[in-house]
């Protein structure tokens, strides 16, 4: 892969084959849902983008070609939004994951209109909390024991991110809403 700058756009039905990809590229990718063939991953895709969907998923892209995703979960009744990410393994460690989670925050609190985001990761995965603090998530506490992942059970900590709070210093992505 490239030193492309990346972009974030809408997903699309044609990133299926990208979406089968990444959940092939780490095994732990299994934690974000059950993608092991093309038709799961168009399922998993369709399920995103169907119009009627409270998903607001976003596209991290480089070379043309989807390396991520950053996704907003809305609970529009509450003006809130579950905040979740992953990227492939070829992708990581640039950067890229932290800069489309603050834009997309930003976004989502902003134009969206949502007065706070949630996530929560697995304490296991440090650099998943690191992604959260880079784009202004506070952490808020861990949920004891909230998943059991092969047999054992893993602590989570939860974060969250208010309209209210400062934004953090960083540079946002380009972003393509078409």
């Known amino acids: ?20 990809a990444a959940f092939r590229s780490d095994p732990d990718m299994v934690r974000q849902g059950d993608v092991s063939t093309l038709a799961e991953a168009e399922h998993y895709v369709s399920r995103l983008v169907d119009p009627d969907s409270p998903h607001e998923a ?3 892209v480089a070379d043309d070609a989807m390396v991520g995703l950053v996704c907003v979960s809305v609970d529009d ?4 939004g579950w905040f979740w990410y992953w990227m492939t ?8 994951t ?14 969206r209109g949502l ?15 690191a992604v959260a603090r880079r784009a202004g998530f506070v952490k808020e506490g861990t949920e ?35």
């Open 144 to 178: 004891r024991e909230k998943f059991l992942v092969s047999g054992r059970r893993i602590d989570v900590d939860a974060y969250g991110r208010l309209s209210s709070d400062p934004s953090p210093s960083f540079d946002p992505l380009p972003m393509s809403d078409g």
């Open 1 to 20: 892969m490239s030193a492309a700058s990346p972009a974030l756009r809408r997903l699309r039905r044609a990133d299926a084959p990208a979406v089968l």
């Open 89 to 96: 393994d070829t992708a990581r460690g640039r950067g890229w």
């Open 115 to 129: 007065e706070r985001l949630e996530l929560g990761h697995r304490v296991d995965n440090p650099v998943s909390g």
């Open 77 to 80: 009744e509450n003006r809130s």
């Open 98 to 111: 932290a800069a489309a989670a603050a834009t997309i925050a930003k976004w989502a609190l902003t134009i």
């Open 58 to 60: 976003w596209s991290i």
